[in-house]
């Protein structure tokens, strides 16, 4: 991949674990020998907002952040989520997408509606758009908030990463207690990818 | 080998290997990592001042008392801790001092974007500026040796994308702390007319001695490229630059004040256009076209917000990016909100029902101000609630018994007592509610003299808020659970009428701080529920609505069995499930 470099969007709501999911992500990317770089929101949009962590790899790396039409795969932890940034997907970009509804405020208030076609007007649009249901092979794994590591499954699937070094940076990065679940939902999620893809 | 860091984990870094045994900060975002990594080194004193005043001066104390010391804060920590800055870079220090501003262009965290290496020029004392983790470790270690060298605090400036990028580091080695001795210098340290005087000569000095340093230090460097284009930047707009214009001639500025002159000049003689490069305000450029040099700026690029690399392409004509997709439906905004459970919910919603005049403040609770919740007229800046309810009584255009003040904790602690004693002592009427959730909620649960646990967590002296509260002379003080939506509105429906000051500490802590009840569980009988909505603009996560069959429901998924929503339903739909 010499020259060549990778951007990668992870977008959800506040709360969902994108942080972690990029945090793994990049760790593998530097155990490949890379030189990355990420960029993290912190602060108030934690609080339910929307957040977006930006993964980028390659042999050298400039920008933290990803340029609009600049991303490889969109990594979208919810439906409209993925809708908001899909300006930032490259032509031939590939987006997954975790089939699950948060509804913002002015929905839950009434002002506006939910649009619930989001994903299937995606696909539509984007020849590479795939998804699935995480939330659930997570609640099947042991719990619900390992749907992000579900999607770090299907993200390593679509990067080709190596399945023993994504399972070190899980190792490293995820609380002891919580391990078994989430190497479970990694390996899931891995699964899903080889079927569908 | 090299690891990821965010920026602020690297500067915590750099400052031990710089041998730094002192560091004080108050929370804010995007600073708030620096100083709850750093106390956790080794041979380090960490501390969680109650405001950025108060860090500052514990950092001049530690400096003069010969430690190398850091201070960290947000961009509108600096204001409030302006007043020692100034005449601390008069003093100048002992033991090295590095005040980390972080800013935040963009707003991503902050009621404001001020760009502070404004402060380098007006305070007087050197800037520096990283862009990436790794110079931001290099960089603070030799801050603390140019502080030391030039008898200075530095100030080492951020902005959010450093402060929360991760780039690849390479540890160095901790330098072997080492206390400077002490000595006594009054002329040195004792600020009057007579001594300042005679400072105010040394920091003119020191400043021509800076500036000859900027002219030969690494921070800044030329890259020479492509002549026919020339730009001046700093810290992660050089990222961006490189980025998008590879080939061009840079001239990266680390020392962002004082410039260096004659390197600039030497840059600008050496391209055909030159352009300076820089988020928010124009200071670079101002100061070299105030040299009669020919630079282009801010006719090409906004003051506004964070720049990117695709800005600078479209303003700078570099590589352009693919068009992406555009959605052409309107995607709703997703605004933050309060969590489930959030003990400020059910006081907004009270606040907004009893039509009350809400002097807002600022932490999580200022989230009540958006809709559905609606509930505050004003927020300015940290500890501003009690002082402007103060002078909207003193305007006499609206029923002071209408006026609130609204204040978390922290926020209390921070800069709300000496409002509270102006109430007091002039004799207002406000009533003011603490939100009292025993942590900073917003910039990530730190602790504070109000919480009884210090920045390691351990245990600390509680500060008494109901007798600090008393000692002011405050008469009227009570504490309520805002959980209990009925307590709540008539301890504020009564306090509103007392003409004297009152003070409502209504506590509960923060939901993210206790386990959810596993014992109960809340259930809508479909029966009893009208579809009126009420429940809905309380603004939870936790209850929805089904427009298809006009029902609210739960969802148990983020629900935590608060019950505000069921306290907010006339019609008793929402119940109680035990078991
Ligand atoms: C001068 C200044 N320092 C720091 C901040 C960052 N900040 C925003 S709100 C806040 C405190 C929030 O704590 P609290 O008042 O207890 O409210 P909570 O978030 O817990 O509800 C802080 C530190 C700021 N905005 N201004
Ligand atoms: S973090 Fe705590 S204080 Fe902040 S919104 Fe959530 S529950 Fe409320
Ligand atoms: S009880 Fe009601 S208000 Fe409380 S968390 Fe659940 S849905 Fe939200």
Known sequence: ?197 | MKRLMIGNDAIARGAYEAGVTVATAYPGTPSTEIVSTLAHYPGVYGEWAPNEKVALEVGAGASIGGARTLVAMKHVGVNVAADPLYTFVYTGVNGGMVIVSADDPGMHSSQNEQDNRGYGRFAKLPVIEPADSQEALDFTRLAFDISEEFDTPVMLRITTRLAHSQTLVEEGEPKQAKLKEYKKDAPKYVMLPGFARGRHVAVEKRLEGLKEYSNKTDLNQIEWGDRRLGVITSGVCYQYVREVMPDISVLKLGMVNPLPDKLIREFAQGVERLVVVEELEPVIEEQVKSWGIAVEGKEHFTLLGEYSPEYLAERLGGVAQAQGYGLDKEIPPRPPLMCPGCPHRGVFHTLKRMRLKVMGDIGCYTLGALSPLDGMDACVCMGASIGMAMGMEKAEGVDPSKIVAVIGDSTFVHSGITPLIDVVYNQGTSTVIILDNSTTAMTGHQDHPATGLNIMKEPAPKLDLEALIRAIGVNHVRVVDPLQLDELRSALEEELQRREPSVIIARRPCALLVKPPTDKQMVIEDDLCTGCKLCIRIGCTGIYFIEDEKLAAINPTTCVSCEVCAQVCTFDAIKIVEG
């Open chain 1, 1 to 197: 991949m010499a020259g060549k470099v990778m951007n990668i969007l992870i977008v959800g709501v506040g709360g969902q674990g994108t942080l972690l999911t990029s945090r793994i992500l990049a760790q593998v990317a530097v155990d490949l020998g890379y030189d990355v770089k990420v960029s993290e929101i912190h602060g108030m949009a934690q609080r339910g907002g929307s957040v977006v962590s930006q993964v980028r790899y390659g042999e050298k790396i400039y920008s933290p952040i990803i340029s609009k039409g600049g991303a490889d795969i969109i990594l979208a932890f919810e439906k409209l989520e993925a809708a908001r940034w899909l300006d930032y997907l490259k032509p031939d970009g590939m987006v997954i997408i975790n089939d699950d509804r948060v509804d913002p405020l002015p929905v839950m208030s009434g002002k506006v509606k939910y649009p619930d076609d989001i994903d299937q007007r995606i696909a539509q649009m984007v020849e590479k758009t795939m998804v699935v249901d995480a939330s659930s092979i997570a609640v099947e794994c042991g719990n619900v908030r390992a749907a992000n590591v579900v999607m770090v499954g299907l993200l390593a699937g679509a990067m080709g990463f190596p399945e023993e070094e994504v399972e070190k940076a899980i190792r490293a990065m995820v609380p002891p207690k919580a391990l078994d679940i989430n190497l479970k939902a990694f390996k899931e999620g891995h699964n899903l990818y080889s079927n569908i893809a």
